[in-house]
């Protein structure tokens, strides 16, 4: 396989992996924002006090979204770069917003958004998270 093809599908991955990222947080989904994490990923959300380094501590992280219905809240990337570290590692990096779907009231958070995202047994998913405010 020629180099581009191969950087070019990872990034694809990982772009596919952030999408569903973002569907299932517009979804309301936690279960399906777990699925998307390895056991193993490192997860510093935007309102964590602490890095998550066990599975059960990104469940109670996401879990608070599923008392909102489905649209309650949007997230949609802003803008980034996905760059292929190797033919199993992508880097994603840019800004990503979470706000109302429509008019809800609810101000337009806009975010930094870092992570990894790798392949394992042909599977695709996030090792590392880091969403933050954007500076004032």
């Known amino acids: 396989m020629a180099e581009g093809a191969a950087t070019g599908g990872v990034e694809e991955a990982a772009r596919a992996v952030l999408g569903r990222f973002l569907a299932a947080f517009t979804a ?18 935007t309102a964590m006090p602490e890095l998550a380094t066990e599975p059960e501590a990104v ?3 996401f879990a608070p ?6 649209g309650e809240r949007r997230a949609a990337w802003r803008s980034g770069t996905v760059l292929a570290a190797s033919e199993s590692v992508a880097l994603v990096s840019g800004q990503w917003e979470v706000g109302p779907d429509s008019g809800g009231g609810v101000e337009i958070l806009p975010l930094r958004l870092s992570i990894v995202v790798t392949r394992r047994d042909g599977d695709w998913r996030i090792l590392q998270f880091h969403s933050s405010p954007l500076p004032g």
């Open 28 to 45: 309301a989904d936690p279960a399906a924002i777990r699925a998307l994490f390895w056991p193993d990923a490192l997860v510093w959300g």
């Open 59 to 61: 469940r109670r992280y």
């Open 65 to 70: 979204l599923g008392r909102r219905g489905p």
